[in-house]
């Protein structure tokens, strides 16, 4: 059993308000790659190429040839264990919801009902021009003969994936709710995430700030393990459910 979380499950067990932020690290286990950590995609691609609204808009085409890569192993992605435990500590009333960086929807797939997109969701893309939406799946199958793929209803302007790049602004709501969850929170869990974007690595400052506990779940170390009270390295696969079978017991 990985050290401290015997003491994490303590905290789960007792919070009235706890909180989890999770990261690219949590969907690992299910096939989809993290940007950052071994096996990262930004060890194989410049991650400012890639995933900038300025690189978007000036070559279209070359976003959508490495999101289609992607997209095809994240539209058929499950859930993974990690997934499921959160979905569980929301069940039992020991976190009030998931802040999430990710934007592969696996989160509701497993179950969890309050889930905050704070980077969107690559489930839906977005005609720039007529800000008609449609299922990501639908435009992932014409990406072989359409490429960039275009609007159906106004035609011609190119479609973006509701995500947010680099560059982007944050979505308000979505943030908002993320800091007001925060700064209510007694036990802040975070899990699968280098930390290093913000401003969602706030998210966790704001609740140490205003009083929680912190608990990190990651498989390297964190630029805040210092601030936290349990620090479990390992896979968040693993270690979720032994926490939600420790609190059970
Ligand atoms: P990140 O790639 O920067 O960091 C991932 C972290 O997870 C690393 O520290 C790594 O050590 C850790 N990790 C890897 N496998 C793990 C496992 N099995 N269990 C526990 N930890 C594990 O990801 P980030 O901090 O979320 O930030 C990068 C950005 O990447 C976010 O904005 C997010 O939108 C985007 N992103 C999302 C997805 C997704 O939706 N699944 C995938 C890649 C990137």
Redesign the pocket.
């Known amino acids: 059993m990985p050290d401290g979380i015997d003491r994490a499950a303590e905290l789960l067990a007792a919070a009235h308000h706890g909180l989890a932020l999770?990261?690219?690290?949590?969907?690992?286990?299910s096939g989809?790659?993290?940007?950052?950590?071994?096996g990262?995609?930004?060890t194989k691609y410049d991650p400012v190429k890639v995933s900038s609204i300025d690189s978007f808009l000036a070559d279209p085409a070359a976003y959508w040839t490495v999101a289609k890569q992607r997209g095809s192993v994240?539209l058929k992605a499950k859930p993974n264990p990690?997934h499921l435990a959160l979905a569980a500590l929301e069940s039992a009333g020991h976190i009030v919801a998931v802040v999430t960086?990710?934007?592969?929807g696996?989160h509701r797939d497993a179950g969890s009902r309050h889930v905050v997109e704070?980077?969107g969701s690559?489930r839906t893309v977005e005609c720039l021009s007529c800000g008609r939406r449609e299922p990501r799946s639908e435009v992932q199958a014409r990406l072989d003969v359409e490429m960039p793929p275009r609007c159906l209803s106004c035609g011609g302007t190119v479609l973006k994936p509701t995500?947010?790049l680099f560059g982007e602004p944050m979505p308000q709501a979505a943030t908002e709710e993320a800091f007001a969850l925060a700064s209510r929170s007694d036990v802040m869990l975070v899990?699968?995430?280098?930390?290093?974007?913000f401003p969602?690595a706030d998210v966790p400052l704001v609740a140490v700030r205003s009083g929680a506990r912190m608990i990190v779940?990651?498989?390297?170390p964190?630029p805040f393990d210092r601030l936290a009270e349990v620090v479990i390295h390992?896979?968040?696969?693993e270690?979720l459910p032994e926490l939600v079978r420790l609190i059970d017991e």
């Open positions: 999770t990261g690219a690290g949590v969907s690992a286990e989809i790659p993290t940007f950052r950590g071994e990262g995609l930004w994240a990690g960086q990710n934007t592969d696996l704070l980077h690559g995500v947010v899990v699968g995430t280098s930390l290093v974007v969602a779940v990651n498989a390297e964190t390992g896979r968040s696969g270690v």
